[in-house]
T-cell receptor, first 116, second 117 residues
């Protein structure tokens, strides 16, 4: 079974609008962490935001926020005020258990295209 | 530039040849990770090091793959007898772990794209 599911292979958004990228996860661990990364065409994975399973508040980092719904096992990324430079692949990832490493499980990604 | 650097950026090789990739992590980072990313997929964990010790290897890392970090600084990933299925982007990443569970963010390099013909 897929541990991380990103059901949107591609998304379009108009510049300056908000967009939500979906991510659902599957784990039996009580302790886990959820990450979002951006991968531009250059190939580098850029860390965007992190949510711990015990964090009660949704994580926010500038224009990025994570809509964490634990009961539904979803961790959607919201990008507000989209910019042309946001066009990239976006990956949701999970770290399971109390593992203090970056042995991450990634989803298959969503390609976001921001239209001018 | 003090980011993670990988060399080469691209490698084309014929099936059956051996290839070696190099990764230079951020200098103060004691942990180094290798991931593999095939076309249209997210990265898959291969292995990681703390200093020179290889702490974990994925089952994806067959016996044709070997990774080293001899002095706890740069790392090499070697693939012997390459197969077409090895064609992928190989990503290196590094972080700092303080020994008490605190991790710095994970920083990735730009990757080495391998094409096996």
């Amino acid at each position: 079974a897929q541990k991380i599911t990103q059901t949107q292979p591609g998304m379009f958004v108009q510049e300056k609008e908000a967009v939500t990228l979906d991510c659902t996860y599957d784990t039996s661990d009580q302790s886990y962490g959820l990450f979002w990364y951006k991968q531009p065409s250059s190939g580098e994975m850029i860390f965007l935001i992190y949510q711990g399973s015990y964090d009660e508040q949704n994580a926010t980092e500038g224009r990025y926020s994570l809509n964490f719904q634990k009961a539904r096992k979803s961790a959607n990324l919201v990008i507000s005020a989209s910019q042309l430079g946001d066009s990239a692949m976006y990956f949701c990832a999970m770290r399971e258990g109390m593992d203090s490493s970056y042995k991450l499980i990634f989803g298959s990604g969503t390609r976001l295209l921001v239209r001018p | 530039d003090t980011g993670v650097s990988q060399d080469p950026r691209h490698k084309i090789t014929k099936r059956g040849q051996n290839v070696t990739f190099r990764c230079d992590p951020i200098s103060e980072h004691n942990r180094l990770y290798w991931y593999r990313q095939t076309l249209g997929q997210g990265p898959e964990f291969l292995t990681y090091f703390q200093n020179e010790a290889q702490l974990e290897k994925s089952r994806l890392l067959s016996d044709r793959f070997s990774a080293e970090r001899p002095k706890g600084s740069f790392s090499t990933l070697e693939i012997q007898r390459t197969e077409q299925g090895d064609s992928a982007m190989y990503l290196c990443a590094s972080s700092f772990h303080d020994g008490q569970g605190i991790l710095s963010p994970l920083h990735f390099g730009n990757g080495t794209r391998l094409t096996v013909t």
